[in-house]
């Protein structure tokens, strides 16, 4: 079946420098994708979204880019901080359907 | 900001017992879901409500079974507590056409 999969299990970045996680989906009626950080702990906490209809969208210290031809997203943080050392998953659902689909997630870990 | 609280954050229980999860969300959203997290496993959906009294069935609903009785409230229920149900249990809720907002989930044990 077709899923969302992130490129790398595991990144390390140096505290300030900017982050990019990456991830790529296989289903192409997907239009509506969503990032989550998932801390230690706690629950996945929504990030930032994109619908299929922009290629670019900007949050604080956050930007999502989507290339629907090659089916990618990407989660960019700008100067990294401790606090964002977490699991980042994105996610992916297809127009009028409920269900979200989840990609294995990216563990971020921030060296001081 | 939008809260959706789950009513334990570590439960232990018997095999056998009939367990209940509660999850209360207080932005008014029209859908709630139930997963379970396991390593290696990811976000495993075991039933959505798009609307009070309406359930669906997600990926891996064997063994449970879910209530939605107000608008605000999503419970899980597990009849009959096996041990391959112990896991990491998340509620979320959703706008119609939104994202998903997660609980901090129940880690549920069974002995």
């Known amino acids: 079946g077709e899923s969302v999969g992130l490129h790398l299990p595991t990144l390390s970045v140096q505290e300030g420098d900017n982050s990019i996680i990456n991830c790529a989906y296989s289903?192409?009626?997907?239009?509506?994708f969503i990032w989550y950080k998932q801390e230690s702990g706690k629950g996945p906490q929504f990030i930032i979204d994109?619908?299929?209809?922009?290629d670019k969208r900007q949050g604080q210290r956050v930007t999502v880019l989507l290339n629907k031809t090659v089916k990618h997203l990407s989660l960019q943080i700008a100067a990294t901080q401790p606090g964002d050392s977490a699991v980042y998953f994105c996610?992916?659902?297809?127009?009028?359907?409920?269900?979200?689909?989840f990609g294995a997630g990216t563990t971020v870990t921030v060296r001081a | 900001d939008v809260k959706v609280t789950q009513s334990s954050r570590y439960l232990v229980k018997r095999t056998g017992e009939k367990v209940f999860l509660e999850c209360v969300q207080d932005?008014?959203?029209?859908?709630m879901f139930w997963y379970r997290q396991d390593p290696g496993l990811g976000l495993r959906l075991i039933y959505f409500?798009?609307?009070?009294?309406?359930?669906e069935k997600g990926d891996i609903p064997e063994g449970y079974s879910v209530s939605r009785e107000k608008k605000e409230r999503f419970s899980l229920i597990l009849e009959s507590a096996s041990t391959s149900q112990t896991s990491m249990y998340l509620c979320?809720?959703?706008?119609?056409?939104?994202?998903?907002?997660f609980g901090d989930g129940t880690r549920l044990s069974i002995l």
């Open positions: 289903n192409s009626a997907s239009d509506y």
């Open positions: 996610a992916e659902r297809e127009t009028n359907d409920y269900k979200l689909s």
């Open positions: 994109i619908r299929s209809n922009m």
């Open positions: 932005m008014d959203h029209e859908n």
């Open positions: 979320a809720s959703s706008p119609q056409g939104g994202p998903q907002h």
């Open positions: 409500s798009y609307d009070v009294k309406m359930k």
